[in-house]
């Protein structure tokens, strides 16, 4: 008996906008596409289907997008010279806010999928290869999407897993509620079971992800779970070492989740909260829903269970009407706080979103000066942090071969990168290593003696 006939092996390129959500639905898409014959490649062109998984949060998003659109043109062209095709697809928030207007725009683009439908990618590509004239993909529900998606197939020892979707906060100058949606929870059982299954494949560290990740509230029996017993519920999977999450919002942090980061080992002593403004007035422009003062309360009980915890966030400068004084507010609290890492922009306007409209806004001059200033305290802290641990004996997560021969690569429970001299740690093992040296990215060490960290 004949074996079955295997697809033709054909060529994938993602290229990955924004934040972690995007890498971990690339990720899926990749998933969705292999049974179809579909491999990754790193060059776009000699691609079969080029998906460009785009960000609306970040300035120029639109832009960015064209242009790559524009770089694909000419492969695709060339191609096609060739007796060779090649499709392409725009996945994403910018898809989902600018759908209409890309397909107009760019007629070389043959699918765009909002952020809830590439579980339906290989039905869409299927219709743009019969040639049916449909070019703009409908989204769906983010239920829909978890439903319909295949088995993970993880490729290293730490693993996203996307457990929430959507935004009901609303903040002035986000995009996320109106391309990802109402907030959706996935049900408890459905999570655990995807988390058993990355255990059952090798995956030792999980990062649990979502808009607004800590407002998780996922149907369980014939009630509701918190974020906080979400996580309890995962940190009993065995296999399981390393739990993280992201992004979460102040307002989220529960008592239940607080108490959690004093009494679950498994839970890593990392926090990235974003607090995005110093200046209580700013805030509430923003409509964040709390001011500097619940933050620096949070910060401080978190702290006080765990003590050697490691803080990150996000900051915006020049929002509307923001004045140097507040801006100083936002410089103020990132030394009250000291943060190990922080990622901080320059507020651009976002088609639909309240601040677009909103008066006082802030030269691009002055925008430029506050983030500068803004991001070499931050990067001094990071440093500083980073040189904290030099002499510490850290537990880190082997992830793979390091920079040179007889290294290893790693992560510390901070989410630091090291660097280690070891032949003998396999991945997925967590080893004791001597830190050594410190750089503003990453630490370098050595495998040092089973002692305590």
């Given amino acids: 008996m004949s074996e079955p006939k295997r697809p033709e092996l054909k060529r994938l390129f993602i290229e990955t906008y924004g934040c972690q959500m995007n890498v971990y639905d690339s990720e899926r898409m990749r998933d969705v596409l292999t049974p179809l014959g579909y491999a990754v490649t790193e060059r776009p062109d000699d691609a079969d289907l080029v998906i460009l998984n785009t960000c609306h949060i970040r300035e120029k998003a639109t832009e960015k997008v064209y242009s790559e659109i524009g770089r694909l043109r000419a492969h695709k062209e060339r191609r096609a010279g060739e007796g060779k095709g090649m499709t392409i697809a725009i996945a994403g928030c910018v898809a989902q806010a600018e759908g209409e207007e890309i397909i107009r725009r760019a007629p070389e683009v043959d699918l765009v999928v909002g952020p809830q439908a590439y579980h339906k990618l290989p039905e869409l590509i299927a219709r743009v290869a019969r040639k049916t004239g449909e070019r703009l993909a409908a989204d769906f529900t983010a239920q829909e999407k978890f439903d319909a998606l295949p088995a993970r197939a993880p490729d290293g020892v730490t693993a996203f897993l996307s457990i929430q979707e959507g935004c009901d906060k609303f903040c002035t100058f986000c995009v996320v509620p109106y391309t990802r949606g109402a907030e959706y929870s996935r049900p408890l059982a459905d999570v655990v079971a995807e988390a058993q299954a990355l255990a059952d494949r090798g995956v030792r560290e999980i990062t649990l992800l979502g808009q607004n990740v800590n407002a998780y509230h996922g149907a369980m029996g ?29 307002v989220e942090m529960s008592d239940d989740l607080i108490a959690l980061h004093g009494d679950e080992p498994k839970l890593m002593p990392f926090l990235h909260l974003p607090v995005q403004s ?21 910060v401080s009980r978190v702290r006080t269970l765990r003590p050697d915890i490691a803080l990150s966030t996000d900051f915006i400068v020049g929002f509307p009407g923001e004045t140097e004084k507040e801006f100083e507010a936002t410089m103020q609290l990132a030394r009250d706080v000291t943060f190990a890492s922080a990622f901080s922009f320059k507020y651009s306007p976002r088609p639909g979103t309240p601040a677009a409209a909103m008066m006082g806004q802030v030269s691009e001059e002055a925008q430029n000066e506050r983030l ?24 880190v997560l082997v992830t793979g071969d390091g ?28 080893v004791p290593v001597r830190i050594l040296a410190s750089a503003q990215n990453s630490l370098s060490g050595a495998r040092a003696a089973l002692e305590a960290a």
Avoid: C
């Avoid at 014939?222 to 992004?247: C, D, H, K, N, P």
């Avoid at 110093?278 to 949070?298: C, E, P, Q, T, V």
């Avoid at 990067?379 to 040189?387: I, K, P, V």
């Fill in 222 to 250: 014939g009630g509701v779970a918190s974020f906080a017993e979400l996580l309890q519920a995962l940190a009993r999977i065995e296999g399981v070492a390393r739990l993280r999450y992201m992004t979460s919002h102040p």
């Fill in 278 to 298: 110093g200046s209580d007035r700013i805030l509430k422009a923003m409509n964040r829903k709390h001011d500097g003062a619940f933050y620096l309360d949070i």
């Fill in 372 to 395: 500068k200033a803004l991001q070499a305290l931050l990067w001094e802290q990071q440093r500083a942090f980073n040189a904290k641990q030099v002499d510490r004996v850290l537990p």
């Fill in 403 to 430: 920079r040179m021969a007889g290294q290893k690569h790693g992560r510390t429970p901070y989410l630091q990168s090291v660097h280690f001299a070891d032949t003998q740690a396999r991945n997925g093992d967590i």
